[in-house]
């Protein structure tokens, strides 16, 4: 049995890869921002306009929000709800799940439409579906090992940092 | 699961408070957000009931200090304690790299704690998670209490240790926090244990709160190193 989740690290090639992927998207649906989250509720990347709100809270309650109704998809016999949709007067988001550990959320306004964010995405989700699942192949054979430990040999420094 | 970022040089953790309802979960946190400086913390996230009581979960982001030019970020979650949130409760755990466990020291809460012990246990099996690895404090709180039960009494029920059958770790190990105790030692019947190391606190007042949280905070960063 594993001692807690399994990690997984995406390179700075994954990383571009990522941001032009979703820079497409931003440029072809008109929407604000995308931010990427992972599903223990850490955020991973922010593209487009920068958000004015607290970026940690609110990859927090999106992981938190997503868990939620995945739960609610299976008391009503759904294995998931693969994407979601809030909407606001001015501003709303929608939610797509990548991979089932990622967790993609489009935030936009009214410059553009839910039909086109949702027509635009489709092509998005399967490119970061496809780039995730590569990833994860990756930290399953091994490969990420030959990432250099930051924190090798830090014993000592950890016990500094805590007296 | 930790995330490290290599482009913020950042090291995320996510630590879960766990326990009893009114065992004092959110009161650590609170006490954590009102005593670090402002500018190592990020917003303290209550999602609750008009009466306080903890519906999904707490939230703060704290700072610990830097390692090798890297952050150290800690995600504080607290789970609700009352029984009957069992669903959203289990969600939180997605993800943890350490438990703390709140135990409300009161001998008539003596039965909610274990079962609230047990709920953890099941919970993480759940998920696949190994509790008996991973790191993991349990907290004595309302240690001022006149009804508090001994610690000795609170140690037998919660934490009387998990049998290690693996010979190599099967080393006298004393517990760092208390002088004279053991944190991996052999029980009379023969077997070999080991029990999660434990702190007394007074979470209004914050005594004990720091300790609890720096014990796990380093037991977390340890793993990764």
């Given at each position: 049995?594993?001692?807690?989740?399994?990690?997984w690290?995406?390179?700075?090639?994954?990383?571009?890869?990522?941001?032009?992927?979703?820079?497409k998207?931003?440029?072809?649906s008109?929407?604000?921002?995308?931010?990427?989250?992972?599903?223990?509720?850490?955020?991973?990347a922010?593209?487009?306009?920068q958000?004015r709100?607290?970026?940690?809270?609110?990859?927090?309650?999106?992981?938190?929000?997503?868990?939620?109704?995945?739960?609610?998809?299976?008391?009503i016999?759904?294995?998931?709800?693969?994407?979601?949709f809030?909407?606001?007067?001015?501003?709303?988001?929608?939610?797509?799940?990548?991979?089932?550990?990622?967790?993609l959320?489009?935030?936009?306004?009214?410059?553009?439409?839910?039909?086109?964010?949702?027509?635009?995405?489709?092509?998005?989700?399967?490119?970061?579906?496809?780039?995730?699942?590569?990833?994860?192949?990756r930290?399953?054979?091994?490969?990420?090992?030959?990432q250099?430990?930051?924190?090798?040999?830090?014993?000592?420094?950890?016990?500094?940092?805590?007296? | 699961?930790?995330?490290?970022?290599?482009a913020?040089?950042e090291?995320?953790?996510?630590i879960?408070?766990?326990?009893?309802?009114?065992?004092g979960?959110?009161?650590?946190?609170?006490?954590?957000?009102?005593k670090?400086?402002?500018?190592?913390?990020?917003?303290?996230?209550?999602?609750?009931?008009?009466?306080e009581?903890?519906l999904?979960f707490?939230?703060?982001?704290?700072?610990?200090?830097?390692?090798?030019?890297?952050?150290?970020?800690?995600?504080?979650?607290?789970?609700?304690?009352?029984?009957?949130?069992?669903?959203?409760?289990?969600?939180?755990?997605?993800?943890?790299d350490?438990?703390?466990?709140?135990?409300?020291?009161?001998?008539?809460?003596?039965e909610?704690n274990?079962?609230?012990?047990?709920?953890?246990?099941?919970?993480m099996?759940?998920?696949?998670?190994?509790?008996?690895?991973m790191?993991?404090?349990?907290q004595?709180n309302?240690?001022?209490?006149?009804?508090?039960?001994?610690?000795?009494?609170?140690?037998?029920?919660?934490?009387?240790?998990?049998?290690?059958?693996?010979?190599?770790?099967?080393?006298?190990t004393?517990?760092?926090?208390h002088?004279?105790?053991?944190?991996?030692?052999?029980?009379?019947s023969?077997?070999?244990?080991e029990?999660?190391?434990?702190?007394?606190?007074?979470?209004?007042?914050g005594?004990?709160?720091?300790?609890?949280?720096?014990?796990?905070?380093?037991?977390v960063?340890?793993?990764?190193?």
């Amino acid at each position: 049995m594993p001692v807690g989740a399994a990690s997984w690290s995406f390179t700075e090639d994954d990383f571009g890869a990522i941001q032009k992927s979703l820079q497409k998207f931003l440029n072809d649906s008109n929407a604000r921002c995308a931010l990427l989250v992972d599903r223990s509720g850490q955020l991973v990347a922010t593209v487009g306009e920068q958000p004015r709100f607290d970026p940690t809270a609110f990859a927090t309650l999106t992981a938190a929000d997503f868990s939620a109704n995945d739960q609610l998809a299976r008391l009503i016999g759904e294995t998931e709800f693969n994407s979601l949709f809030h909407q606001g007067e001015q501003e709303s988001m929608y939610l797509a799940d990548i991979a089932r550990r990622v967790i993609l959320v489009i935030l936009f306004d009214n410059r553009t439409t839910l039909g086109l964010v949702r027509l635009k995405v489709k092509q998005t989700v399967d490119e970061l579906t496809k780039l995730f699942a590569q990833m994860f192949q990756r930290a399953q054979s091994g490969e990420q090992k030959t990432q250099p430990n930051i924190l090798a040999g830090a014993e000592d420094e950890i016990d500094k940092l805590f007296q | 699961m930790s995330m490290i970022n290599y482009a913020s040089r950042e090291i995320n953790c996510k630590i879960v408070y766990y326990g009893p309802g009114l065992g004092g979960k959110t009161t650590n946190l609170e006490h954590v957000y009102g005593k670090v400086n402002p500018s190592t913390r990020g917003k303290l996230i209550s999602l609750a009931t008009e009466t306080e009581r903890t519906l999904f979960f707490d939230f703060l982001p704290v700072d610990l200090g830097t390692i090798r030019g890297f952050k150290t970020r800690f995600h504080l979650y607290t789970v609700p304690g009352q029984v009957y949130y069992n669903a959203s409760r289990k969600l939180i755990l997605k993800g943890v790299d350490g438990i703390v466990f709140v135990a409300d020291s009161q001998i008539e809460r003596m039965e909610a704690n274990q079962e609230s012990m047990q709920n953890l246990y099941d919970n993480m099996q759940e998920y696949g998670y190994d509790l008996t690895r991973m790191p993991f404090v349990v907290q004595y709180n309302k240690r001022d209490l006149p009804n508090a039960a001994n610690i000795g009494e609170l140690q037998g029920s919660l934490n009387p240790g998990w049998e290690i059958s693996d010979p190599q770790r099967q080393r006298v190990t004393p517990d760092p926090y208390h002088a004279g105790e053991n944190l991996v030692e052999q029980i009379k019947s023969g077997e070999w244990v080991e029990r999660a190391p434990y702190f007394e606190a007074v979470a209004v007042t914050g005594e004990g709160v720091f300790e609890t949280l720096k014990a796990v905070s380093k037991m977390v960063l340890k793993t990764l190193a």
